[in-house]
């Protein structure tokens, strides 16, 4: 059901920098159309991680970063820590007939 | 601060139906959409579902057209969602999860999530 195209993988060292990219179309973030990001750390459930392509949440370090050009978006973790070892999943609006979400395929960030 | 609170995990056989609850607590119940996505062993979101409890109708995902209701009871902030003929593909984790938007726009996203109920359809 995605149609956000994400890298499987991403990996760094603690206290580098890593992206993390996002590829929709000209139907959702080609559109105009807002990224979000979410982070599923291991056995629990999503949580909100960036809203409208680079807002974070009370509560959510500004090492997460996000961007957003024609149809793809970025994430960027900056000063990589151990804790943030998990799934990233980017998010859009859809106006197929799935529903107003879209989701990407999930990248797993490996700290080394 | 708010809270959605989901039913436990559950078995079922196949062809039988499912019911989850999400009870919400710490905010304004009825303005907000609640949505239901599902996550299957190893893979991704995917969205079902939504309602919003003051309209009382779901819109669902077309290929859960036929299979999925969702409802809410105000009275006591639950929503629930009922997915009938169950197959083993219906395996996986489902979320409800708290819809908001920027402004007045189509660019909605999930601000806060329940934790999850694992259900597993097996003969």
């Known amino acids: 059901q995605s149609v956000l195209t994400q890298p499987p993988s991403v990996s760094g060292a603690p206290g580098q920098r890593v992206t993390i990219s996002c590829t929709g179309s000209s139907s959702d973030i080609g559109a105009g159309f807002a990224v979000h990001w979410y982070v599923q750390l291991p056995g629990t459930a999503p949580k909100l991680l960036l809203y409208?392509?680079?807002n974070r949440p009370s509560g959510v370090p500004d090492r997460f970063s996000g961007s957003k050009s024609g149809t793809s978006a970025s994430l960027a973790i900056t000063g990589l820590q151990a804790e943030d070892e998990a799934d990233y999943y980017c998010q859009s609006y859809g106006s197929g007939l799935n529903g107003p979400y879209v989701f990407g395929t999930g990248t797993k960030v490996t700290v080394l | 601060q708010v809270q959605l609170v989901q039913s436990g995990a559950e078995v079922k056989k196949p062809g039988s139906s499912l019911k989850v609850s999400c009870k919400t607590s710490?905010?304004?119940?009825?303005?907000?959409?609640v949505s239901w996505l599902r996550q299957a062993p190893g893979q991704g979101l995917e969205w079902m579902g939504r309602?919003?409890?003051?309209?009382?109708?779901?819109n669902y995902a077309q290929q859960f057209q036929d299979r999925l209701t969702i409802t809410a009871d105000r009275s006591t902030n639950t929503v629930y969602m009922d997915l009938t003929s169950l197959r083993s593909e219906d395996t996986a984790i489902y979320f409800c999860?708290?819809?908001?938007?920027?402004?007045?726009?189509?660019?909605?996203?999930?601000?806060?999530w329940g934790q999850g109920t694992l259900v597993t359809v097996s003969s």
């Open positions: 409208g392509n680079n």
């Open positions: 999860a708290r819809e908001t938007r920027l402004g007045a726009s189509e660019n909605f996203y999930l601000d806060y």
């Open positions: 309602i919003i409890p003051i309209i009382g109708r779901g």
């Open positions: 710490g905010g304004a119940f009825s303005s907000y959409s």
